[in-house]
């Protein structure tokens, strides 16, 4: 396997850890989890709106995929004085996927 078929690999697994780890209710915000490849580059990414959050084209797009992470206690109400049951699920997900990036690629998290 050559480097760059070992970073894609691990990039992948990286994407579907990120996928699995994602408060799921409608769809939406796992559909959201994206991959982009680069020259010299691969960034996974939470998609935001377009512009059109409505319908059929706003689905892969969660504009409020900060909501499902962040303490809801420094929002505007109706959130404000809830408590978020997902509240740092990204930050802890964030965490597994530097690890699991250093094990597959044999490298070391300081």
């Given at each position: 396997?050559?480097?760059?078929?070992?970073?894609?690999?691990?990039?992948?697994?990286?994407?579907?850890?990120?996928?699995r780890?994602?408060?799921?209710?409608?769809?939406?915000?796992?559909?959201?989890?994206?991959?982009?490849?680069?020259?010299?580059?691969?960034?996974?990414?939470?998609?935001?709106?377009?512009?059109?959050t409505?319908?059929?084209?706003?689905?892969?797009?969660?504009?409020?995929?900060?909501?499902?992470?962040?303490?809801?206690?420094?929002?505007?109400?109706?959130?404000?004085?809830?408590?978020?049951?997902?509240?740092?699920?990204?930050?802890?997900?964030v965490?597994?996927?530097?690890?699991?990036?250093?094990?597959?690629?044999?490298?070391?998290?300081?």
């Amino acid at each position: 396997m050559t480097e760059y078929e070992r970073i894609r690999t691990a990039a992948l697994r990286a994407l579907a850890l990120l996928k699995r780890r994602a408060p799921y209710d409608t769809g939406n915000l796992h559909d959201s989890i994206k991959i982009l490849y680069r020259t010299g580059e691969i960034h996974i990414y939470i998609s935001g709106a377009d512009g059109n959050t409505r319908g059929t084209s706003a689905r892969g797009m969660a504009p409020y995929a900060k909501y499902t992470n962040e303490p809801w206690s420094q929002f505007k109400p109706p959130l404000a004085g809830r408590k978020n049951p997902n509240e740092g699920w990204y930050d802890r997900a964030v965490i597994e996927i530097i690890n699991t990036l250093a094990a597959d690629l044999g490298g070391e998290v300081k």
